[in-house]
């Protein structure tokens, strides 16, 4: 079995001419990612290895080789990360027809467009039956002969002091044509059939393969009478047949221009993938920020609404702007989760993880929204009675969440939620929820983690995006796990995950202290704000935030290079700050107030509507104190700067 189009990294999806290249050759073909996770196997690989495609993708090496064999791989992959060179190697693996196979293998490293190499790159010949010919060579002159003149690759024997060929077999003809006569006479010829460049380089390495005694491996390429021009293979070792016999060396030479195109087409590919996938990322990250600006005033002043005294007329209408705020909100959330997922770029920290404890936390979030509807929740696990997954402690909770929320509001009215768990004998862990809902009909199911693809949601009359079991399955897959389900329609369905069993690590470290972070300061002051945005909405609604503690004097601008004057000038206790501004950037103030000794200390927190992580990330290392995302949360808002101003 071999890869669907849409698996096979590309620029494009259905790229046919590429999967066709990589599947019409008889070598092994993989890439692998930089944690050993295969990414992509060929026919060849498959039908080798007896091993259908999707028993192979997304596991590592343990899963299909040795685990002898496993630790001479993971040295060679090692080394290509770090060195980032190509290197070829021999080793043996057990094929699908029960022999033991001699396989030589190329590994080349695959680089993003920023040159960081991301996954490594396989390309594995069998040459089980040159080694058996070199073999023979030993034993007997006649078998070696029969062998050496049925295989397709170029057989050399080599004599030195004269360099002379003492033998060749046929397959030298069909390589050089007319000019195998010649090179019976004189060896030298061959390098005149060399590309100009390859010339010297060929030399070099023969004259000092044989000074040291030690093997050797090179690609040349080969000129062909009609111009064409063909990848060959060319290995050197030496024999001896003899204490007193003169040095002999067999040379071996194999045609591997269609494997050399598809590394070629297969590296070309990639490097246009990683463009077109950073052109995705920034225009998600764009269309996110121009979504985020006007949903933080919607958002932020329905907020403000809320907290006041309206007529109940007036205060429904409040909860409608929110709740589509809201919904909307979280249409953008997950279409950038599901966006960095299958672009590589989500963000994991896997370690054990309690999965009780976990699904615990999760049934208390929800238990809220069962008890409107008299829904039953079944199964509470004590922590530590479940055992312990791999996984990240946070996406998991995310998964347990939108799954039990699902069984909550897909259910009847007076029904019941089951949790539940059954180890595995493979060592995983398998963790169910079990609703007593309108289930899903059978014709549905495979249908049921399409993106956008909101089943039942008429008979339901549930919100949603349609999204939620889309990223659910995604986070499973990235944690190495696997999500299913089981529906009868009209008695309830069934949904669960698998993710790997992990040993319970040692003491856990006392949770910190909760709230700290909601107190108000215990005597207000007077604190200066300063506040640099260009949106005016955005301006009066961190106003009328402002307004709500009492002590606090809010300065704003809208340009960048008044920013700092008036920061130098007024010494605020906090600034908060946008990134886009017309003139200067959020970036680059920040980077002129952490240089400037008169405003290096004073705390800067960014309200940015650019929600990627990577972002994040970068301003905070610049010396940003937070990161607050717009739509602003205002619990959030408030803990963070009570939480500061508490401080100065």
Known sequence: ???????????????????????????????????????????????????????????????????????????????????????????????????????????????????????????????????????????????????????????????????????????????????????????????????????????????????????????????????????????????????????????????????????????????????????????????????????????????????????????????????????????????????????????????????????????DMVRPLAARRSIELIGRPRPGSWGWVRADNQRLKQVLLNLLSNAVKYNRDGGSVRVDVLPSATGRLRASVTDTGIGIPAVDLERIFLPFDRLMADQSGEEGTGLGLTLTKGLLEAMGGAIGVRSDEGEGSEFWIDLAGEVAPGDPQPPAEAGAADRPPATPTTHTVLYVEDNVSNVHLVERLLDRRPGVVLISTMQGSLALDLAAEHQPDLVLLDLGLPDVSGEEVLRRLRAEPATAAIPVVILSADATARQVARLTQMGALDYLTKPLDLQRFYRVVDGVLSLT
């Open 1 to 363: 079995m071999t890869a669907e189009p849409a698996d096979l990294p590309s620029a494009h999806d259905g790229d046919e001419q590429l999967r066709a290249m990589l599947d019409a050759t008889p070598a092994m073909v993989s890439i692998k990612d930089a944690e050993g996770r295969y990414l992509y196997v060929n026919r060849g690989f498959s039908e080798t290895m007896g091993l259908p495609f999707d028993q192979v993708v997304g596991r590592t090496m343990d899963a299909v080789y040795p685990l002898d064999t496993v630790s001479r791989l993971l040295r060679a992959e090692r080394q290509v990360m770090a060195s980032g060179d190509d290197t070829v190697f021999e080793h043996r693996l057990p094929a699908a027809d029960g022999g033991d196979h001699i396989f030589l293998s190329l590994k080349f490293p695959l680089r993003d467009r920023d040159g960081v190499i991301r996954s490594v790159g396989t390309i594995s010949t069998d040459v089980t039956e040159v080694r058996q010919v070199t073999a023979a060579l030993a034993d007997s002159e006649d078998r070696f002969r029969q062998l050496a003149e049925t295989i397709d690759e170029v057989f050399v024997l080599i004599g030195i002091d004269p360099l002379t060929v003492l033998y060749v077999n046929p397959a030298l003809e069909r390589l050089l044509g007319a000019a195998g006569a010649q090179f019976r006479a004189d060896p030298r010829s061959f390098v005149d059939r060399l590309h100009p460049d390859d010339r010297y380089p060929f030399m070099r390495s023969v004259v000092g393969a044989f000074d040291r005694g030690q093997p050797e491996m090179l690609e040349l390429r080969l000129l062909q009478p009609d111009g064409e021009v063909r990848w060959m293979r060319c290995r050197l070792t030496p024999a001896r047949t003899g204490v007193d016999a003169p040095r002999r060396w067999v040379a071996t030479v194999k045609d591997v221009t269609d494997q050399k195109h598809a590394e070629l087409a297969l590296r070309s590919a990639l490097a246009e993938a990683e463009r077109a996938s950073g052109a995705k990322s920034e225009f998600l990250s764009r269309v996110s920020h121009e979504l985020r600006t006007p949903l933080n005033a919607i958002l932020g002043f329905g907020q403000l609404l809320e907290l006041d005294e309206l007529e109940p007329v007036h205060e429904e209408s409040v909860q409608h702007i929110l709740r589509a705020g809201r919904h909307l909100l979280g249409l953008i959330d997950e279409i950038l989760e599901i966006s960095r997922i299958e672009s590589g770029q989500l963000r994991l920290s896997l370690e054990p993880v309690d999965l009780a404890e976990s699904m615990g936390e999760a049934l």
